[in-house]
């Protein structure tokens, strides 16, 4: 057994002084291994209140994995035969946005909206069952089987090498908990993934790839570079933060180019392009600002004399218990004559908790997506979400709730100019916002950037 990780924020750099202990082959692996730790570990430890997730009967799910197999293969062979070579755009699962009662993907569908359906071929990790604008030509984990066995087969053909690159990791860096086994198992299972996503490039023969989200999708990248197919990635959500993925020690950029990150990312903004060449890995040239380009809904209403003020209150899984504390001290604070609560949890929060509050008329838990709550509302409340950002696009008065916890986040987000600080014990005040200023964070979408002029 490994021994025991660190957890305090940003361990993983403090304790690995030395990152090319993880050079294997032609690539180094420290992201590899920084992803497992900070999810595997770091963010477990937090002890987020996520959802339970039903999990299907494996009889069941084999016999699906494989009729999905053949199905994927199917499509991918189609579309190399029946047209010029396509876009590549590797998306994220169950992200969606509403607009004039149409359910679109948030992060495709104005970029496949705007360019055409037929340029892109679309994949996202798994199926997420929802009747969405653009979906996916195939998912990843149609190919399930095939990267385990894989891994298994790696584990064999590599022998003697990935035993001696494990065996390093675990005795160099025992603070970071990973045994040999685990290790080695790393490695098998990243070239697994790396083979497969080989073999559909090969077979695709896409003329450039979109990516949402470069960690976690190593194997994604190293088999682009593999192929010489240039790889964007569009940001997602808030990239700021000293143990985040866009921010590394100084030390660390020299292995850009072979530490598995896509070519460039695009950036929602200016405040963002600074904050991510401040982060010591990408070089200046590697990130540009493309604009906001989600597809999201516009500001619905201006508030009126004499209405409710609207809250919203958008959950995050990690601060569950002071945001159930905040909106107790809100229900026994404020007027119901005057207040109206929204509740959005977290999609992959359980939101019982939050239900438990509920009140006719006055607290009410949403399950429409954060954006057509925040065309609506008149104070944004969340803690250190990206939402807080995208909340500037629509106005309203946007406060980061002050969670201890997590006070580098929180200070992060107030130090932006994003939100204002609010208390534990203290009820918002509806305030003006400048639109306007919401360019440095949210810049107009600027196709040229991601397509060329």
Request: aromatic fraction near 14%; proline fraction near 5%.
């Amino acid at each position: 057994m490994g021994a025991q990780p660190s957890m305090e924020p940003g361990a993983f750099f403090r304790i690995v002084t030395d990152p090319s202990v993880f050079d294997f082959g032609e690539f180094n692996l420290f992201k590899v291994f920084y992803v497992r730790y900070f999810f595997g570990r770091q963010l477990a430890q937090m002890n987020p209140a996520w959802k339970q997730e039903a999990r299907p009967k494996l009889a069941g799910l084999v016999i699906a994995r494989i009729l999905s197999l053949f199905q994927a293969l199917g499509t991918a062979i189609r579309l190399r035969l029946s047209g010029p070579p396509r876009v590549l755009f590797y998306g994220a699962t169950g992200r969606v946005s509403t607009v004039d009662g149409i359910c679109y993907d948030l992060y495709n569908a104005r970029i496949v909206g705007e360019h055409g359906r037929e340029r892109f071929v679309i994949v996202e990790d798994t199926a997420d069952g929802v009747d969405k604008r653009y979906r996916p030509d195939f998912q990843m984990n149609d190919f399930g089987l095939v990267i385990r066995l894989l891994g298994k087969l790696n584990l064999v053909l590599r022998g003697a090498r990935l035993r001696h690159f494990a065996e390093r990791v675990a005795t160099t860096y025992p603070e970071l908990g990973f045994s040999a086994g685990e290790a080695a198992v790393t490695v098998a299972t990243f070239y697994a993934n790396y083979q497969v996503n080989r073999f559909l490039l090969a077979l695709l023969a896409p003329k450039h790839a979109l990516l949402i989200c470069h960690y976690g999708r190593e194997a994604f990248i190293a088999a682009c570079k593999s192929r010489g197919l240039h790889v964007t990635e569009l940001m997602h959500g808030s990239i700021v933060g000293v143990d985040t993925f866009y921010n590394y020690p100084p030390s660390y950029g020299h292995l850009f180019d072979r530490a598995l990150f896509p070519d460039k990312t695009a950036v929602y903004g200016e405040f963002w392009r600074r904050a991510v060449t401040n982060g010591h890995m990408f070089p200046a040239e590697a990130v540009v600002v493309a604009g906001y380009y989600l597809k999201v809904p516009t500001r619905q209403r201006e508030r009126k004399a004499g209405t409710k003020t609207r809250i919203l209150i958008c959950t995050q899984p990690t601060v569950q218990p002071e945001l159930l504390a905040y909106l107790a001290f809100l229900k026994a604070s404020v007027d119901r004559a005057g207040w109206e609560i929204t509740i959005k949890p977290h999609p992959r929060e359980n939101a019982a908790p939050y239900e438990a509050l509920a009140e006719a008329g006055f607290v009410s838990v949403s399950n429409r997506t954060a954006y057509e709550l925040l065309a609506e509302c008149d104070v944004h409340i969340s803690s250190y979400s990206s939402v807080l950002y995208e909340a500037i696009l629509y106005g309203v008065c946007n406060y980061a709730l002050y969670v201890d916890r997590y006070a580098q986040y929180c200070d992060e987000v107030i130090s932006s100019g994003a939100a204002l600080p609010l208390r534990s014990d203290q009820v918002p005040v509806p305030c003006a916002s400048d639109v306007e200023e919401a360019r440095f964070y949210l810049d107009d979408y600027h196709p040229d950037v991601l397509f060329g002029s």
